[in-house]
Nanobody, 128 residues
Protein backbone atom coordinates (compact mmCIF):
# COMPACT_ATOMS: atom_id res chain seq x y z
CA UNK A 1 0.00 0.00 0.00
CA UNK A 2 1.11 3.54 -0.69
CA UNK A 3 1.95 5.33 2.55
CA UNK A 4 4.08 8.14 3.90
CA UNK A 5 4.35 8.14 7.69
CA UNK A 6 6.08 10.95 9.53
CA UNK A 7 7.47 10.79 13.04
CA UNK A 8 9.93 12.63 15.26
CA UNK A 9 7.95 15.74 16.07
CA UNK A 10 7.63 17.05 19.59
CA UNK A 11 8.10 20.02 21.87
CA UNK A 12 11.47 21.68 22.33
CA UNK A 13 12.84 24.96 23.54
CA UNK A 14 14.28 27.52 21.17
CA UNK A 15 17.75 26.52 20.09
CA UNK A 16 16.98 22.84 20.35
CA UNK A 17 16.97 20.14 17.68
CA UNK A 18 14.63 17.52 16.29
CA UNK A 19 14.96 14.97 13.53
CA UNK A 20 11.86 14.15 11.55
CA UNK A 21 11.55 10.86 9.70
CA UNK A 22 9.27 9.90 6.84
CA UNK A 23 8.98 6.20 6.12
CA UNK A 24 7.73 5.53 2.63
CA UNK A 25 6.03 2.40 1.32
CA UNK A 26 4.51 1.59 -2.03
CA UNK A 27 7.06 3.39 -4.16
CA UNK A 28 10.81 3.82 -4.40
CA UNK A 29 12.56 6.88 -3.05
CA UNK A 30 14.86 6.93 -6.04
CA UNK A 31 11.79 7.26 -8.26
CA UNK A 32 10.67 10.60 -6.90
CA UNK A 33 11.80 13.90 -5.49
CA UNK A 34 10.85 14.10 -1.82
CA UNK A 35 9.92 17.17 0.15
CA UNK A 36 8.97 18.49 3.55
CA UNK A 37 6.20 21.05 3.87
CA UNK A 38 4.83 22.79 6.92
CA UNK A 39 1.91 24.89 8.04
CA UNK A 40 1.97 26.90 11.24
CA UNK A 41 -0.94 28.69 12.89
CA UNK A 42 -2.15 31.41 10.57
CA UNK A 43 0.46 30.57 7.93
CA UNK A 44 0.26 29.15 4.45
CA UNK A 45 1.23 25.62 3.57
CA UNK A 46 4.84 26.14 2.55
CA UNK A 47 7.67 24.12 1.09
CA UNK A 48 10.54 23.79 3.55
CA UNK A 49 13.02 21.54 1.79
CA UNK A 50 13.36 19.22 -1.20
CA UNK A 51 15.71 16.43 -2.17
CA UNK A 52 15.77 15.49 -5.83
CA UNK A 53 16.42 12.10 -7.34
CA UNK A 54 19.92 13.23 -8.30
CA UNK A 55 20.64 14.00 -4.63
CA UNK A 56 20.62 17.76 -4.98
CA UNK A 57 18.75 19.67 -2.32
CA UNK A 58 16.76 22.86 -1.94
CA UNK A 59 15.99 24.84 1.21
CA UNK A 60 13.72 27.80 1.65
CA UNK A 61 15.63 30.82 2.92
CA UNK A 62 14.27 30.77 6.46
CA UNK A 63 15.74 27.31 7.19
CA UNK A 64 19.02 27.50 5.30
CA UNK A 65 21.94 26.62 7.52
CA UNK A 66 19.65 25.14 10.18
CA UNK A 67 17.80 22.25 8.49
CA UNK A 68 19.24 19.34 6.53
CA UNK A 69 17.27 16.93 4.35
CA UNK A 70 18.65 13.46 3.67
CA UNK A 71 17.33 10.10 2.62
CA UNK A 72 18.27 6.47 3.15
CA UNK A 73 17.08 4.41 0.20
CA UNK A 74 17.79 1.14 2.02
CA UNK A 75 15.31 2.16 4.72
CA UNK A 76 12.87 3.95 2.40
CA UNK A 77 13.14 6.89 4.75
CA UNK A 78 13.55 10.62 4.30
CA UNK A 79 14.86 12.73 7.18
CA UNK A 80 14.74 16.38 8.14
CA UNK A 81 17.33 17.33 10.73
CA UNK A 82 16.27 20.59 12.34
CA UNK A 83 18.77 22.50 14.44
CA UNK A 84 18.68 25.91 16.10
CA UNK A 85 14.91 25.76 16.19
CA UNK A 86 12.96 28.97 16.57
CA UNK A 87 9.41 29.56 17.85
CA UNK A 88 8.40 30.50 14.31
CA UNK A 89 9.28 26.95 13.23
CA UNK A 90 6.23 25.76 15.17
CA UNK A 91 4.05 23.95 12.66
CA UNK A 92 2.75 20.63 11.48
CA UNK A 93 5.36 19.15 9.16
CA UNK A 94 4.36 16.96 6.24
CA UNK A 95 6.34 14.66 4.00
CA UNK A 96 5.36 14.44 0.33
CA UNK A 97 6.44 13.36 -3.12
CA UNK A 98 5.70 16.57 -4.99
CA UNK A 99 6.31 15.31 -8.51
CA UNK A 100 3.58 12.71 -8.04
CA UNK A 101 0.96 15.14 -6.75
CA UNK A 102 -1.72 16.87 -8.84
CA UNK A 103 -0.86 20.34 -10.13
CA UNK A 104 -3.80 21.80 -8.22
CA UNK A 105 -3.90 21.15 -4.49
CA UNK A 106 -5.92 22.49 -1.56
CA UNK A 107 -4.40 25.52 0.13
CA UNK A 108 -4.23 23.92 3.55
CA UNK A 109 -1.63 21.24 4.14
CA UNK A 110 -4.09 19.23 6.23
CA UNK A 111 -6.54 19.09 3.34
CA UNK A 112 -3.92 17.30 1.23
CA UNK A 113 -3.81 14.28 3.54
CA UNK A 114 -6.33 12.44 1.39
CA UNK A 115 -4.00 12.64 -1.59
CA UNK A 116 -1.62 9.81 -2.29
CA UNK A 117 2.02 10.81 -1.82
CA UNK A 118 1.20 13.13 1.10
CA UNK A 119 1.73 12.14 4.74
CA UNK A 120 -0.37 12.64 7.84
CA UNK A 121 1.93 15.19 9.43
CA UNK A 122 3.85 15.51 12.68
CA UNK A 123 3.57 18.42 15.11
CA UNK A 124 6.64 20.47 16.00
CA UNK A 125 6.30 23.00 18.82
CA UNK A 126 9.15 25.34 19.74
CA UNK A 127 8.84 27.42 22.88
CA UNK A 128 10.78 30.58 23.62
Amino acid sequence: ALRLVESGGGSVQAGGSLRLSCVVSGFRLDDSDMAWYRQGPGDECELVSLIRTDGSTYYVDFVKGRFTITQDDSKNTVYLQMNALKPEDTAVYYCAAPSKLPLSLPDRCADRIDFSYWGQGTQVTVSS
